[in-house]
């Protein structure tokens, strides 16, 4: 039954998208409590609405909840956070090398629409909604596969992305990027499927390099304090 048919669904369904963008927008922090009364009263829902949200939430990876069913935003380990981009990486040149073989002209509009879209935010130096809108430009790709499924994981590793750089990132530019998603689309639409695998390959690369390239030394105390004393 569609949303439209189902106020219930369609109410779940705001809150569920509400806190996907803030948690995605890095305006919901990593660790996060998420309570489901407070929850259900700022949305003006039942805490069974707001549990359905969770779960969703948490299946896409955004979302912890424990043993006690409390939930909170999730915090991904470096390792989950390499695991992650790695399989990135082969959905996305799977979606790109799939587009670029079957390629339309009408999927060139929503694709440059968006990318403006990117580079408005980016210009006003909205950063936490030009990163959304980079992520979500990766999804627009996948729907135009028309490949349900592969949109499903895609969208499920995307979001995983974008909370690892909210915990390991920094903030940066969006300028590559963009001139990437460019290249990106004029390569999909000359037909040439080895050369968008390859933009896409290293345009993650990029990201994942951005949020996981600092790695933490670790060490003892005093291992970490003898890099100060000079």
């Known amino acids: 039954m569609t949303?439209?048919?189902d106020p219930s669904a369609s109410k779940s369904g705001t809150a569920y998208t509400a806190l996907r963008d803030a948690i995605m927008e890095n305006a919901l922090k990593p660790g996060t409590k998420l309570p489901e009364d407070a929850l259900g009263k700022s949305f003006g829902v039942s805490r069974t609405l707001i549990r359905s949200a969770l779960q969703r939430l948490a299946s896409e990876g955004l979302v912890e909840v424990g043993r006690t069913k409390s939930a909170r935003v999730a915090e991904p380990?470096?390792?989950?956070?390499?695991?992650?981009?790695?399989?990135?990486?082969?959905?996305?040149?799977?979606?790109?090398?799939t587009l670029a073989r079957s390629w339309r002209d009408e999927f060139s509009a929503p694709l440059r629409a968006h990318i403006d879209a990117e580079r408005e935010a980016s210009t006003a130096g909205d950063h936490r909604r030009s990163v959304r809108l980079g992520a979500e430009f990766h999804l627009l790709l996948a729907q135009l596969t028309e490949n349900a499924l592969l949109l499903r994981y895609l969208s499920e590793v995307v979001s995983r992305c974008t909370l690892i750089l909210a915990v390991f990132g920094h903030s940066h530019p969006q300028t590559e990027g963009l001139i990437e998603h460019e290249q990106l689309v004029a390569a999909m639409s000359a037909g040439d499927a080895e050369r968008a695998a390859a933009i896409v390959d290293g345009h993650i690369e990029a990201v994942e390099e951005r949020a996981l390239g600092d790695e933490d030394p670790?060490?003892?105390?005093?291992?970490?304090?003898?890099?100060?004393r000079r």
């Open 3 to 5: 949303d439209v048919l």
């Open 77 to 97: 380990s470096r390792e989950e956070a390499h695991e992650a981009f790695a399989v990135r990486r082969a959905l996305e040149r799977a979606v790109v090398a």
């Open 218 to 228: 670790g060490g003892s105390l005093d291992e970490v304090l003898a890099r100060y």
